[in-house]
């Protein structure tokens, strides 16, 4: 029996861009933005053109993306014009795709949405910035965290100055620490640990039991090498944290120090015998950086048993690690 392909050819995707159905316009829009060769990305560029002011929302959102997929520099302008659109999901797409486009040109655009943007937009321009042109953007981040009210709209820019590396910010974004919202003191301490600046480690801390927040805080208190230690003691010997934060704070203090923690191992250890498969992987992963002859007998009860029988390829690899250190 002969199945059709589930997915549009290239010239479907052309005609379907003016279909009546939005869904049909948007998966036409998705399928242009894998255009090969010269030829095509010109055709997907006029008929994406076409669509950045389509009807309904989702479409204009799609074409964003679309349009910064394609990498021709001159997208720039047609999706800088959803900068200014009425629907947050499409005007946040537009300053999305414009970092992903990396068009200089677009800075000044998405200068003025972090200037006179809605909060929504201001949160994406100043990444974006950082992506079009990081040396122009550090300055203008610099004023706008003076002035800026907005908690996730601060984050944003204290994450993007972060990603800069100009350590000179450093004190600005370590008054956030004391920010009344948790997600902007987060931010701020992530910030300042891409900035390797110690600061961070007690507001990050506090974090490693979140349900929503742990993740980020243990790795960037990674980024903090051995300074991070004891956080990571503390944290392992309470009962506090999702499974897979304790997971990766064993790891990366096996990894750190020198790789003797009683905790840190029992933690690893009992991952490998989770009954959920994202556990067990993790754990394995984990291992692969700092297991030692402690790990071994778990390695190969796991490597024996049923649950282990799709992770053998990854567990024969630290195996062999151990065999050579």
């Given at each position: 029996?002969?199945?059709?392909?589930?997915?549009?050819?290239?010239?479907?995707?052309?005609?379907?861009?003016?279909?009546?159905?939005?869904?049909?316009r948007?998966?036409?829009?998705?399928?242009?933005?894998?255009?090969?060769?010269?030829?095509?990305?010109?055709?997907?560029?006029?008929?994406?053109?076409?669509?950045?002011?389509d009807?309904?929302?989702?479409?204009?959102?799609?074409?964003?993306?679309?349009?910064?997929?394609?990498?021709?520099?001159?997208?720039?302008?047609?999706?800088?014009?959803?900068?200014?659109?009425?629907?947050?999901?499409?005007?946040?797409?537009?300053?999305?795709?414009?970092?992903?486009?990396?068009?200089?040109?677009?800075?000044?655009?998405?200068?003025?949405?972090?200037?006179?943007?809605?909060?929504?937009?201001?949160?994406?321009?100043?990444?974006?910035?950082?992506?079009?042109?990081?040396?122009a953007?550090?300055?203008?981040?610099?004023?706008?965290?003076?002035?800026?009210?907005?908690?996730?709209v601060?984050?944003?820019?204290?994450?993007?100055?972060?990603?800069?590396?100009?350590?000179?910010?450093?004190?600005?974004?370590?008054?956030?620490?004391?920010?009344?919202?948790?997600?902007?003191?987060?931010?701020?301490?992530?910030?300042?640990?891409?900035?390797?600046?110690?600061?961070?480690?007690?507001?990050?801390?506090?974090f490693?039991?979140?349900?929503?927040?742990?993740?980020?805080?243990?790795?960037?208190?990674?980024?903090?090498?051995?300074?991070?230690?004891?956080?990571?003691?503390?944290?392992?010997?309470?009962?506090?944290?999702?499974?897979?934060?304790?997971?990766?704070?064993?790891?990366?203090?096996?990894?750190?120090?020198?790789?003797?923690?009683?905790?840190?191992?029992?933690?690893?250890?009992?991952?490998?015998?989770?009954?959920?498969?994202?556990?067990?992987?993790?754990?394995?992963?984990?291992?692969?950086?700092?297991?030692?002859?402690?790990?071994?007998p778990?390695?190969?009860?796991?490597?024996?048993?049923?649950?282990?029988?799709?992770?053998?390829?990854?567990?024969?690899?630290?195996?062999?690690?151990?065999e050579?250190?």
């Open positions: 029996m002969y199945h059709r392909s589930k997915g549009l050819s290239f010239e479907a995707a052309l005609r379907d861009m003016g279909a009546s159905s939005p869904k049909g948007v998966m036409a829009a998705e399928t242009l933005a894998s255009a090969q060769g010269e030829e095509q990305r010109d055709q997907a560029f006029d008929a994406l053109a076409a669509g950045i002011g009807a309904k929302p989702e479409v204009r959102t799609t074409v964003c993306y679309s349009l910064a997929a394609l990498e021709l520099p001159a997208a720039w302008e047609l999706i800088a014009l959803c900068l200014s659109d009425a629907v947050p999901e499409v005007r946040q797409s537009a300053a999305i795709a414009l970092g992903t486009l990396g068009a200089k040109p677009a800075f000044d655009a998405l200068a003025e949405a972090l200037r006179e943007g809605p909060a929504d937009l201001r949160f994406q321009a100043a990444t974006s910035l950082v992506e079009v042109d990081a040396e953007a550090y300055p203008l981040l610099i004023a706008t965290l003076a002035e800026e009210e907005d908690a996730e601060l984050g944003a820019i204290a994450l993007s100055l972060g990603a800069i590396g100009n350590a000179e910010c450093a004190n600005a974004i370590a008054d956030l620490l004391d920010h009344s919202a948790p997600q902007t003191r987060l931010d701020a301490a992530y910030a300042l640990a891409q900035l390797g600046d110690r600061r961070a480690s007690q507001t990050l801390a506090t490693l039991a979140d349900a929503d927040l742990g993740w980020d805080a243990v790795i960037a208190l990674e980024t903090l090498g051995a300074d991070s230690l004891s956080h990571f003691e503390a944290f392992l010997e309470s009962p506090a944290g999702e499974a897979r934060v304790r997971l990766r704070a064993a790891g990366a203090h096996l990894t750190l120090g020198e790789g003797t923690h009683a905790s840190a191992q029992t933690c690893l250890i009992d991952g490998l015998r989770s009954r959920k498969v994202e556990l067990r992987g993790l754990a394995l992963e984990e291992l692969s950086k700092c297991a030692g002859d402690w790990a071994k778990a390695l190969l009860a796991l490597h024996k048993s049923f649950r282990g029988r799709r992770m053998r390829d990854e567990i024969d690899t630290v195996l062999a690690q151990l050579a250190a």
